[in-house]
């Protein structure tokens, strides 16, 4: 019987630091031993400290928008952003407290306030980070209602047929965008207009099969909600577990794990450990 593997990898926030030297810090009380260069956020997930993040992932570059990981320095004001701040001998990092933790109440509440909540039949349902994250900073409810402007009557793009884009499930955290230019090097997404009616766009304003996209899938593995979603999934519901193999279809061999259902794939994806691809594939072996 073949082993099977977590689906979703461990995420610590912000790609790994290439320097060697090492510095020490203090975060929520424990020393922490981390390379100069490291966020924050990385050196408190490599201790076991978990940061609230959306915006953050490993495989892309910090990028500081969601505003979830906010952290306090001692003898510094404000509450910077974990994975945008780079670790420093001597510092000393509160993660949690009640300032905080209303923060980052305060910063998911309005998120969800533009947000369907119709999680018990939505495809990401038992893998999403939005949803996780939500439970994570304790929301328990949402003052603001749907009565104002919102983008809850967004048309979905189902032109691929591979994966559907969902425009009102979309946080604006712009991962798929940095996945396109950073992972693939399309540069086929972009954020179209400004503050509330800034919204992700396929080329100019465009579907996706009309945009240069080339349908890799790296928008649709970077996207921390249903926004972006293989259809497999959409029809099949969440695979149950994981096997990792290899691309057969050239030479390259870039390892992907097969999530299933029972004996039936429900969708390929790139292993993030893969030595080849290391967490990348084009549209032959993801689709």
């Known amino acids: 019987m073949l082993e099977t ?14 320097y060697t030297e090492t510095v020490t810090l203090t975060i929520d009380g424990h020393s922490v031993t981390a390379p ?40 510094r004001r404000g509450t910077p952003a974990s994975c945008t701040t780079l670790v420093e001998d001597g510092l000393v990092v509160t993660t949690e407290n ?7 109440k305060n910063v998911m509440e309005l998120y969800i306030s533009d ?3 119709d999680c018990l039949t939505c495809a990401a349902n038992g893998n999403c980070e939005l949803q996780s994250t939500a439970g994570q900073v304790g929301l328990r409810e949402v003052r603001y209602g ?5 983008h ?54 465009q579907s996706f099969m009309e945009s240069d996209c080339v349908s890799c899938g ?15 999934v959409i029809e099949q519901g969440q695979p149950d577990h994981a096997v990792i193999t290899t691309c057969a279809y050239c030479g390259v061999g870039c390892g992907l794990k097969a999530e299933m259902k029972g004996d039936e794939v429900v969708r390929m994806t790139p292993w993030k450990d893969g030595k080849a691809n290391r967490g990348h594939a ?6």
């Open 152 to 205: 809850q009557d967004a048309c979905a793009d189902i032109t691929n047929p591979y994966f559907t884009f969902d425009p009102k499930l979309c946080i604006v955290c712009n991962r798929c965008v940095r996945a396109c230019e950073e992972t693939q090097g399309t540069f086929a997404l972009t954020i179209d207009g400004r503050g509330f009616e800034a919204r992700v766009s396929a080329g100019q304003n």
């Open 115 to 117: 947000h369907p909540l």
């Open 282 to 287: 084009c549209v032959k072996g993801r689709f």
């Open 98 to 104: 009640a300032k905080l933790n209303q923060l980052r």
């Open 36 to 75: 100069v260069g490291t966020s924050l956020l990385r050196a408190a997930a490599m201790a076991g400290i978990q940061i609230p993040k959306l915006c953050a992932t490993d495989s892309l570059e910090p990028f500081g928008s969601c505003r979830l990981c906010l952290v306090e320095i001692e003898g």
């Open 218 to 232: 790296a928008c649709v593995a970077a996207c921390p909600t249903a926004s972006l979603m293989e259809n497999t």
């Open 5 to 18: 593997v977590v689906i979703r990898d461990r995420d610590l926030g912000t790609p790994a630091s290439t």
């Open 146 to 150: 749907f009565d104002g402007a919102n």
